[in-house]
């Protein structure tokens, strides 16, 4: 496989760009450009984002980094489809953790980034190149000259909205790179992409690197928060469970939401004060929600208004009058919004209705009626949106359009004059069809041809099921005179549409704004229906992370049967907590569902619970997948150690962790060391922790560690052929032995495999408990002949010559060389223990009782007691060794 790295070629079309070497104004002509080569990496084409709806956008991301040891990075976000730029200044890590997260929520199409950055090739420009596959991107080298901070300047002058363009520029006053980034971007847009925007048209912002929850790239996809792993277009996931929304806005709005969740009390409290009202109030949910419906895509029809193509055509000039007859519509909408919202309590409420109020929108309303036809609508159908579009500018605006629109007229009648007269000649029932590439069409059924052919007057014909479309010389003719007298329609009416837009740009701030206060009632509305329909809980934020009766959210939705809820309960005291139990007995679900109500209450969503209490978390991690990842080279277990690593170098006591299985991609042993020395980390750092795991020895080393709890899924086997998972947590360590053999009994293993498996669990159980008490017998015996060689010294002491000082000398040097040995004792008493813990799950052993089984299958020559016999002597042995060793002191 060839690696990304080396993948770079140069486009012919798209990166030979003729761009200025000085920032230029749009007008400017080409001449005094210099041409550059831009690298494009050849990445797979950007797939729609087809999962749960939201739809592919064009962004366009610039992104420069400082140098040193504490690298500060600047971003720029150009959304083409939505009329936004967002610049943003991060104080990242080493990792680029904080970077990496905000690429993955705006997931731009194209990634900008210096051509120097690839000769060295920088940390952030390596971890960019890894990551293009998940954040389905395109990476692009740009030249250095077009990161200009006075350009970047000028444009926010240039673009921004008049009443906003003083507070942004104090926003990025001393946020260089972020405002670099802005320059490279709206340059490239410019001079590569042939697009620009008008005067003050463009929503600009500044968005601070704090104010949201930090989510890894590994996290998103483990705990599925936008995209169910085994089904890519499956609902669910937890945007999917909660997108009830019902304008493309809100959808957008409420993933933004879920990648990034909210850290600000005040600003959450608004929202579970707005979500309280409207899910209590069942008229004005249901009002609102019925306005609605009926609103169109705001964000899309004003950036395709203030958008100027460099080349005008008469398709941009067919989509202008598209949009305005669109606006018109959106318009139109606005009025039930604010009548739905009326008696509204809350503060966010009465400022989206506010926002909505009819005074701002009706100047806009009479600037459209001046120019547009009032029954004008938005049609989808093709042919009802080109007749929609014919007549959309008002008679007597020009005195040609009149006639072009009577000529367009008169040949649309002349069409259907046509195929009346070829139903009469042929005596067949045509219908009259129309799309936008074929113009008209006529279709009839099949079945009126069969005992006969087709007239020869009918061309292009095409057979689709029991339906055969086709066309006629006349007819083609007839449509074509239908579309030249469309066209001559919309360059009349071009002047007018422009003369419209024009004045419609000055109010488009009070616009976006409108959109953005719909957009957040959709969200808000989408939450107040999942209230309604599963029985969600207001939250509260608080200290401490408590939950009664807490549910997972997408699993509840998924299964048929009903969901056994568990409680929650963490402090800075129980702030580690190991999660044992048998396979199955749904640890995974329990630990995922804890970080899934942390994302909701976050976001301002009400909760699936009986009580709920969360702290603010302000990062989250999750270390569950356990796949390998064969297209970078990494085993299961180098993924989760490289995961885990991550965890470790940005964890801090402001993060909520879970973990699942962790260490089980290596031997038991070994992984049980890991296990523990992370846990010790997590430990130390004071964060939130859940730590699934089968490592019961783990459980019980950590158990007197201060701030380590223990808690266990309950299973019920008391029934010898059965077990019954009974999904409650419960105190302790989970007690059950071997309940994986019990497991296996249930499955349907042939029995004497599962015979042969309990007798070799038995004999490893007898050979872990001889070598414990071996350990004992070994220890003890230490101590007892260094308790003895003292003693024999002190008789020696007693009966010898030594008097005074050098008596007094050599007693506290004995004393002293007594300490040292009986410390040594000690130690290898306690590493002893931990040694025979990790004996239950060491898979060296497994393989020694395994080999003594396959010996008495085997039958050559010893019994079983000859086996435990020989495991006597092992042990006995391994006495004897120790004893060799003590001897030396």
């Keep these: 496989m060839t690696s990304r790295s080396t993948r770079i070629s140069v486009s012919s079309s798209r990166s030979q760009l003729h761009l200025p070497a000085s920032p230029a104004p749009a007008s400017s002509s080409n001449a005094g450009y210099s041409q550059y080569s831009s690298y494009e990496y050849s990445t797979r084409p950007r797939t729609a984002m087809s999962t749960i709806g939201v739809e592919s ?94 350009t970047g300047v000028e444009f926010i002058e240039q673009l921004g909205f008049v009443q906003d363009v003083d507070s942004i520029k104090m926003s990025v006053d001393g946020n260089y790179f972020s405002v670099c980034c802005f320059a490279a971007a709206m340059k490239f847009i410019e001079l590569a992409l042939n697009k620009t925007f008008p005067p003050h048209s463009l929503r600009i912002r500044y968005e601070a690197s704090e104010g949201s929850m930090m989510t890894d790239l590994s996290t998103i996809r483990s705990l599925e928060l936008i995209q169910n792993l085994q089904n890519q277009k499956s609902r669910d996931c937890l945007f999917g469970v909660l997108n009830e929304t019902l304008t493309p806005m809100g959808s957008r709005l409420l993933r933004s939401n879920v990648l990034q969740p909210l850290t600000d009390q005040q600003t959450l409290d608004t929202r579970y004060d707005a979500l309280e009202e409207l899910s209590t109030k069942e008229d004005m949910f249901f009002a ?43 318009v139109v909408s ?180 409108v959109s953005e206060s719909i957009a957040m009632l959709d969200v808000l509305s989408s939450f107040a229906h999942n209230v309604t329909l599963h029985d969600y809980i207001r939250p509260r934020i608080t ?129 049980l060391a890991i296990a523990l020395a992370i846990a010790e980390a997590l430990v130390e750092s004071r964060a939130l922790v859940w730590f699934a795991t089968h490592f019961r020895d783990l459980a019980k080393i950590l158990a007197e560690r201060n701030g380590v709890v223990n808690k266990h899924l309950a299973v019920d086997m008391s029934d010898a052929d059965k077990m019954a998972m009974l999904y409650k947590l419960t105190d302790g360590v989970v007690s059950e032995e071997h309940y994986g053999l019990q497991l296996a009994k249930v499955m349907p293993l042939p029995p004497d495999v599962i015979e042969y498996a309990t007798q070799v669990a038995e004999k490893l159980h007898e050979q872990v408990e001889r070598r414990k008490k071996a350990s004992k017998a070994v220890i003890v015996g ?24 050098v008596l007094q000398s050599w007693l506290q040097e004995l004393q002293r060389e007594f300490g040292v040995r009986m410390t040594a004792i000690e130690r290898e008493a306690d590493e002893a223990d931990l040694e025979s813990l990790a004996m239950d799950d060491d898979m060296a052993d497994f393989e ?23 495991s006597t002597q092992y042990a006995e042995s391994t006495i004897e060794d120790d004893n060799n060793i003590a001897d030396k002191y």
């Excluded at 329990?590 to 976001?603: E, H, K």
């Design 848 to 870: 020694a009782v395994t080999d003594d089984a396959a010996s008495v299958s085997r039958r050559d020559g010893y019994e079983a007691t000859g086996s435990e016999e020989m």
């Design 57 to 150: 956008q064009q962004i366009i991301c610039a992104i420069s980094e400082s140098r040193g040891i504490a690298p500060t990075v600047g971003l720029a976000f150009v959304n083409l489809d939505m009329g936004e730029a967002v610049l943003s200044q991060i104080p990242d890590s080493q990792s680029y953790v904080r970077t990496l997260h905000k690429l993955a929520v705006f997931s731009p199409s194209k990634i900008l980034i210096l051509d120097t950055a690839a000769k060295t090739k920088s940390k952030l420009f390596c971890l960019i190149e890894e990551n293009l596959d998940d954040l389905n991107s395109n990476l692009i080298l740009l030249d250095r000259r077009y990161w200009a901070e006075t």
């Design 782 to 805: 230490r101590k007892r002949k260094l308790i003895l060689g003292l003693r024999e010294e002190l008789v020696h002491a007693c009966n010898g010559a030594m008097e005074g000082p």
């Design 288 to 330: 609102t929600r019925a306005a609605l419906k009926t609103i169109l895509d705001a964000d899309k029809i004003l950036t395709h208004l203030i958008i100027i193509p460099t080349k005008p055509s008469l398709q941009s000039t067919e989509q202008s009058i598209n949009h305005i007859i669109m606006l018109k519509q959106f």
């Design 334 to 513: 606005i009025q039930p919004v604010y009548e739905a919202l009326t008696g509204a309590k809350s503060v966010m409420l009465k400022e989206i209705r506010r926002n909505c109020t009819p005074s701002s929108i009706d100047p806009i309303k009479e600037l459209i009626d001046e120019f547009v036809n009032e029954d004008i609508t938005y049609a989808k159908q093709p042919l009802e949106l080109r007749n929609q579009r014919t007549y959309a500018v008002k008679s007597g605006v020009n005195g040609l359009l009149d006639v072009a629109r009577q000529t367009y007229k008169e040949a649309n009648i002349d069409v259907h004059d046509l195929v009346d007269e070829l139903q009469e000649t042929h005596k067949l029932q045509l219908d009259l069809k129309y799309d936008s590439a074929r113009q008209y069409y006529l279709s009839l059924n099949a079945s009126e041809l069969e005992d006969r052919n087709l007239p020869s007057v009918f061309i292009n014909v095409i057979r689709k099921n029991n339906k055969v479309e086709c066309s006629t010389l006349d007819l083609r003719k007839r449509s074509q005179k239908i579309s030249d007298s469309h066209t001559e329609v919309l360059l009349m009416s071009d002047k007018a549409i422009q003369e419209l837009i024009g004045e419609i740009r000055v109010y488009m701030s009070v616009l976006f704004k």
């Design 543 to 671: 200290q401490t992370l408590g939950i009664k009766a807490g549910r997972h959210p997408i699993k509840e939705k998924v299964q048929n049967t009903p969901f056994i809820p568990n409680d929650v309960f963490a402090t800075q005291q129980s702030r580690f907590q190991i999660i044992t139990g048998c396979n199955m007995s749904g640890k995974s679900t329990y630990i995922r569902s804890i970080a899934l109500l942390s994302v909701m209450a976050q976001i301002g969503c009400f909760v699936p619970a009986e009580f709920a209490a969360f702290p603010i978390i302000k990062q989250l991690f999750a270390r569950i997948s356990i796949d390998d990842s064969i297209e970078a080279n990494v085993s299961t277990f180098a993924a989760e150690m490289r995961e885990t690593a991550f965890i470790l170098r940005n964890i801090d006591k402001n993060s909520l962790v879970i973990i699942d299985e962790l260490g089980r991609g290596t031997s038991p042993r070994d992984g």
